[in-house]
C-alpha cells in the first residue's frame, strides 16, 4: 500500500512557476512508476507525466515543455516543476503511483492540490 500526501499548490500570477511536491509513504516507492495528472472544472482529469523507477519520463502530448517531472528515491518524493504558468494550467493536481506487479494504470491516489493561475 503507498500513501501520498501532494503539496506545493496555490494562487500565482500567470507567467509564474510552481514546484509541486508528492511525499510518498509505504514500502517500495523506488520501484514505483510515479505520475502526475491534473483536473480542471469541469473537465476530466488528464494525464501530464510519469517518471518511471529509472527516471525514464513521458509527458502528455498536450503537455508542453513547461512541465517537469523529477523524483527523488532516497526522500520518496516526485516533484512536477511547472514553468510560465497559463490561466488554463489551472486545476486540481494528483499525485499517483502504480502498483509495482502491474505494467498499466495508476492504483494509488493522493488527494491532490490546487493550483490556480491568475491572468
Known amino acids: 500500500q503507498v500513501q501520498l500526501v501532494e503539496s506545493g499548490g496555490g494562487e500565482v500570477q500567470a507567467g509564474g512557476s510552481l514546484r509541486l511536491s508528492c511525499a510518498a509513504s509505504?514500502?517500495?516507492?523506488?520501484?514505483?512508476?510515479m505520475g502526475w495528472y491534473r483536473q480542471a472544472l469541469g473537465k476530466q482529469r488528464e494525464l501530464v507525466a510519469t517518471?518511471?523507477?529509472?527516471?525514464?519520463?513521458n509527458y502528455a502530448d498536450s503537455v508542453e515543455a513547461r512541465f517537469t517531472i523529477s523524483r527523488d528515491n532516497a526522500k520518496n518524493s516526485v516533484y512536477l516543476q511547472i514553468y510560465s504558468l497559463k490561466p488554463e494550467d489551472t486545476a486540481v493536481y494528483y499525485c499517483?503511483?502504480?502498483?509495482?506487479?502491474?505494467?498499466?494504470?495508476?492504483?494509488?491516489w493522493g488527494k491532490g492540490t490546487l493550483v490556480t493561475v491568475s491572468s
Open positions: 499517483a503511483a502504480r502498483r509495482i506487479d502491474a505494467l498499466y494504470g495508476m492504483h494509488y
Open positions: 509505504g514500502s517500495g516507492f523506488s520501484r514505483n512508476v
Open positions: 517518471i518511471t523507477s529509472s527516471g525514464r519520463t
